[in-house]
């Protein structure tokens, strides 16, 4: 699940560090 949510940052253009962040969230 989680190179999905990874799949889907890089789709929206957010740098990797935002995928940390919604990592940490949840």
């Known amino acids: ?3 999905g949510l990874r799949f ?3 789709v ?3 740098p990797p560090d ?3 962040v919604v ?3 949840l």
Do not use: C, K, Q
Request: no cysteine.
């Open 8 to 10: 889907t940052l890089e």
């Open 18 to 20: 935002a995928f940390a």
């Open 12 to 14: 929206d253009g957010l």
């Open 1 to 3: 699940m989680s190179t």
């Open 23 to 25: 990592s940490f969230h």
